[in-house]
């Protein structure tokens, strides 16, 4: 390390399509599957740091799963006469290295030494996508196909998915709705937000189509969610809105805390399932 030299911790918010992706942690080893993360690490590579340039990665997202805005907090060294990047040319340089179209940095911001990406945050939003009216998933349109989960059915009993989703709101243990590997220690969150609304037509649909096919938002706010929570919510969502199951038990599926129960065992598909922002105090 040379004298003066000064290490700079940067936030970086990015987005992704996770269809390429396994994740969005990066793949170490010899193994031909590859995250988010390593794409972004060979970028930072050209930044030539001191020091390797390591992303933490604050919300880790699932084999094709995609992000409208995640976040990771990097430290870069420069030599001792080169002053810290700033943001804005951090930023510029990170997509210009990146070797892969279908990720993106979106900003960038100095942080405190002491700032840890996934630690800090007070807020993450996710958004999953639903499609009705599609009785074969070859129907879907080629540019909605990897964004959204279609269902067959013509229609979904929203008014039951929304009177389901508010016995999940509040704090609860949410054992029932984690996946085995789940590395938290508690399974007690707090869901400060659970909605169910329609979206308007995707513009990616011809109008023909757009007569039977209906697009649907869930979304979901927590400060953080245990391993899988959001799809399998979503899985027991979509179940009371066909009328496979009554709003009523999704309150005892909770209770139960039982993961391996018959409705709740069901995992929605990763490809409907974005994360939508990462919020932390004082930044944008």
Known sequence: MGAGSVRARYLVYFQYLGTDFNGVAAVRGVQRAVGVQNYLEEAAERLNSVVPVKFTVSSRTDAGVHALSNAAHLDI??????????????????????????????????????????????????????????????????????????????????????????????????????????????????????????????????????????????????????????????AVLVAVGLGALMPAQVKAILESQDPLGKHQSRVAPAHGLFLKSVLYEGLG
């Open 77 to 234: 060294q420069r030599r001792s006469d080169l002053p810290p990047f700033s943001p804005e040319v951090l930023t510029e340089a990170l997509n210009t290295h990146l070797k892969h179209p279908a990720i993106r940095v979106l900003q960038a911001f100095r942080v405190p030494s002491h700032f840890h990406a996934r630690h800090a945050a007070i807020s993450r939003t996710y958004l999953y996508r639903l499609a009705t009216g599609c009785p074969r998933p070859d129907r879907v349109p080629v540019f909605e196909r990897n964004r959204c989960w279609a269902l067959q059915a013509d229609c979904l009993d929203v008014a039951a998915m929304q009177e389901a989703a508010q016995h999940l709101l509040g704090t609860h243990d949410f054992s029932a709705f984690q996946s085995a590997g789940s590395p938290a220690s508690s399974p007690v969150r707090t869901l400060r937000r659970a909605s169910v609304s329609p979206d308007p037509a995707s513009p990616f649909v011809l109008p023909e189509e757009s007569r039977r096919l209906q697009f649907w938002s869930l979304e979901f706010e927590s400060q953080s969610f245990l391993y899988k929570q959001v799809r399998r919510m979503t």
